[in-house]
Each structure stands twice: as structure tokens, then as C-alpha cells.
């Protein structure tokens, strides 16, 4: 058995250490947020934040997570600046790779409540959307940069 903390809540599930992170989230636990995209950590679909910080669950493992604090975009609070913005803005256009880009998102935010265009541009490169909404993506950034005070950002939902 694999204990998890996941958006503040404990699970134990039966896995094999190995078993990357984004099928135990999805199959065992049942959050479908987090997204299977490419399965070799290159478009970012699968973003979750273990302790605090963006990482690709399908290359992560069970065993690697165990003992640490994971968030999935279910665990980001509906009331989040990024999440509010994404919807004023109307960023997703298919959706698939939105969570992911939610996450890397909140993560900068986070680190850096202001950023410029460079700053998201370097925190979202590993994020691909084939629909092309990157304008949109960074208007929401800034959108939610000006949204909530920087203390709100810091919190950055269960991280």
C-alpha cells in the first residue's frame, strides 16, 4: 500500500512503487483532472504541484510522491485568481491542456505575483497547448496578477 496526500487529504492505494503518479491520481483515487497528454514529461498536461512545486506526474512515481503534499487542479479553489481570470479572459478553447496550464500558472504566481511577459513565457514553455491559446494564457496571467493581493497568490491553493 502507497499513502498519499492529496489536496489535503490521505489516501492509501494499492500500487506498485513504480506506477507513475498520474494513473494512481486518476484510476485509484478518481480525480480526472489532471490529464494524460504525451507520457514522457514534454507538454505538460499532467502538471500537479508536489510540495508546492509544478512537476509532470506521468514521469513521476508512487514512491516518489509518497510522504509529500500533492495538488491537482481539483485541489486549486474555484476562487483562485488564476482560475477567475482564466474564465474572464475565456482562455480555453478544446480545454485538454488548460489544468496543466493552471498549474504551472499558480505555481509562478506564486513564486512571482507580477510577472512579465518573459517571466511567463519561461514558466509556461514546458506547457503545450495545440490549440494555440498562449495570448490568452498570458492575458490571464496578468489578469490574475492584478486580481488578489500577493498574500492570496502565495497561498496558491493546497500546495
Same mark, same amino acid.
Given at each position: 500500500?502507497?499513502?498519499? /496526500?492529496?489536496?489535503?487529504?490521505?489516501?492509501?492505494?494499492?500500487?506498485?512503487?513504480?506506477?507513475?503518479?498520474?494513473?494512481?491520481?486518476?484510476?485509484?483515487?478518481?480525480?480526472?483532472?489532471?490529464?494524460?497528454?504525451? =507520457?514522457?514529461?514534454?507538454? *505538460?498536461? +499532467?502538471? @500537479?504541484?508536489?510540495? *508546492?512545486?509544478?512537476?509532470?506526474?506521468?514521469?513521476?512515481? @508512487? !514512491? /516518489?510522491?509518497?510522504?509529500? !503534499?500533492?495538488?491537482?487542479?481539483?485541489?486549486?479553489?474555484?476562487?483562485?485568481? @488564476?482560475?477567475? #481570470?482564466?474564465?474572464?479572459?475565456?482562455?480555453? %478553447? +478544446?480545454?485538454?491542456?488548460?489544468? *496543466?496550464?493552471? $498549474?504551472? &500558472? @499558480? &505555481?509562478?504566481?506564486?513564486?512571482?505575483?507580477?510577472?512579465?511577459?518573459? /517571466?511567463?513565457? %519561461?514558466? $509556461?514553455?514546458?506547457?503545450? +497547448?495545440? +490549440?494555440?491559446?498562449?495570448?490568452?494564457?498570458?492575458? #490571464?496571467?496578468?489578469?490574475?496578477?492584478?486580481? #488578489?493581493?500577493?498574500?492570496? $497568490?502565495?497561498? =496558491?491553493?493546497?500546495?
Amino acid at each position: 500500500m502507497i499513502s498519499l /496526500d492529496v489536496n489535503g487529504k490521505k489516501y492509501e492505494v494499492e500500487a506498485a512503487p513504480e506506477e507513475p503518479l498520474l494513473w494512481v491520481i486518476r484510476e485509484k483515487i478518481g480525480l480526472t483532472g489532471t490529464k494524460y497528454g504525451c =507520457g514522457i514529461a514534454q507538454c *505538460g498536461a +499532467c502538471t @500537479v504541484h508536489i510540495n *508546492g512545486e509544478p512537476e509532470r506526474s506521468c514521469q513521476t512515481s @508512487v !514512491k /516518489d510522491a509518497q510522504g509529500k !503534499k500533492i495538488t491537482t487542479i481539483e485541489g486549486i479553489p474555484e476562487s483562485h485568481p @488564476v482560475k477567475k #481570470a482564466w474564465i474572464e479572459d475565456d482562455v480555453p %478553447q +478544446c480545454g485538454y491542456c488548460q489544468p *496543466g496550464q493552471i $498549474m504551472s &500558472a @499558480v &505555481a509562478l504566481m506564486k513564486k512571482n505575483p507580477s510577472p512579465s511577459d518573459d /517571466d511567463i513565457d %519561461q514558466a $509556461m514553455t514546458g506547457n503545450i +497547448c495545440r +490549440c494555440g491559446t498562449y495570448k490568452r494564457i498570458r492575458r #490571464a496571467i496578468h489578469r490574475a496578477s492584478i486580481m #488578489a493581493p500577493d498574500d492570496t $497568490m502565495a497561498k =496558491g491553493g493546497k500546495s
